[in-house]
């Protein structure tokens, strides 16, 4: 199960769980996400990344999460257009306390537009 949190719910997000270690997160790009360039802006990116591997860790099915983050970094590639941005978001370590995680965002023509990696704490 995924985390249930209304800020999902705004941003419209649709979750599919690849394997044990890997989601990805679509995000339908609404015009109320858009910067005055006319591209997603930098910070729905980061949000969709950090909302992707916050959700790779799965939880207890209570639909709570079981991670906070504790660092993100997001690299913005290129300029994000098109229909939806998916994530995809892995583990690469996890540990006693703290998850390592990375994430590649895609626009829809499979176009890589950003990557990011954070720290998770597991609660």
Excluded: W
């Excluded at 199960?1 to 394997?19: G, N």
């Amino acid at each position: 199960m995924f985390i249930k949190q209304p800020f999902d719910e705004f941003m419209a997000l649709q979750y599919e769980r690849i394997t044990e270690n890997q989601v990805h997160i679509y995000l339908p790009v609404k015009p109320l996400f858009l910067n005055s360039l006319g591209v997603v802006h930098g910070g729905i990116i980061s949000s969709l990344a950090d909302v992707a591997m916050c959700n790779v860790p799965e939880g207890d099915g209570s639909g709570v999460q079981t991670v906070v983050t504790v660092d993100l970094k997001v690299s913005f590639l290129r300029a994000a257009i098109g229909e939806y941005l998916v994530a995809h978001a892995t583990t690469v370590k996890e540990g006693k306390n703290l998850v390592h995680a990375e994430c590649q965002i895609f626009n829809d023509q499979q176009v890589l537009v950003a990557k990011a990696s954070a720290i998770l704490f597991a609660k």
